[in-house]
């Protein structure tokens, strides 16, 4: 298979690939040793109390690196094989931020692309978002609509609140696309009952499952 390095991720692969190898290092022996967590923000988190890598950066770099693992593990390629992928990748890319460092790289890169944190990491992420469509954000708009009597030219009546749900979501065949959902008071308080109603069953099972040698990845 022929890998592609989208524009979207190109910074965050020069900013690897010109990273100095120690410091490189020093990630990976952080990363092996921390829990793994679902979020990759959160997991960046985790791992700054223990790395002098930015946040921002540490973030860009770990979502990087998980992202390559769940293609290696997609295709069913080892940690070298991959490599040789992203190397042409980055070739073919004409972008000459991505032309060198890959050989001092190479076998921290490769050890990286093993870890079983960040495997993990992209395993619970794929089995986690396997649905038709995934949220990706949501937010309501509250508007006030003017009711007039016959008289079009007289102060109005009254005003209804309405609401509208915006739903953004991420589409199984790709993209995003967005729902919208009109909303009275009471099916906000609907809403308000339903997930206070989950995130107490949230609370339940992870109670539960901490109680035994289970992992919740979050």
């Known amino acids: 298979m022929n890998l592609v390095i989208p524009h979207s991720q190109r910074d965050d692969v020069a900013l690897l690939l010109h990273y100095p190898q120690e410091s490189f290092r020093r990630l990976i022996n952080v990363i092996d040793q921390a829990s793994p967590q679902l979020d990759p923000d959160t997991f960046a988190k985790q791992l700054s109390s223990k790395s002098s890598i930015p946040i921002e950066q540490l973030s860009s770099l770990v979502e990087l ?16 094989e991959l490599v040789d992928e992203l190397i042409a990748a980055a070739a073919k890319s004409k972008d000459e931020r991505l032309a060198h460092g890959w050989a001092e790289l190479r076998s921290e890169l490769e050890r990286a692309l093993g870890l079983r ?3 993990i990491i992209a395993k619970a ?16 708009i509250s508007d006030a609509r003017p009711v007039f009597s016959l008289n079009p030219s007289a102060q109005p009546e009254g005003f209804v609140l ?6 953004t979501a991420r589409e199984e065949a790709g993209g995003q696309k967005d729902w919208y959902f009109s909303l009275d008071f009471q099916d906000l308080m609907s809403l308000k009952n339903t997930v206070e109603r989950a995130l107490k069953k949230h609370q339940t099972l992870k109670s539960f499952f901490n109680s035994t040698s289970a992992r919740i990845l979050e």
């Open 65 to 80: 690196l998980v992202v390559w693992c769940a293609i290696g593990l997609d295709l069913q390629q080892s940690p070298s």
């Open 117 to 119: 944190t960040l495997c």
């Open 125 to 140: 992420r794929d089995v986690g978002t396997l649905f038709f469509r995934n949220v990706f954000g949501a937010r309501i």
């Open 162 to 167: 309405t609401h509208t749900l915006q739903v």
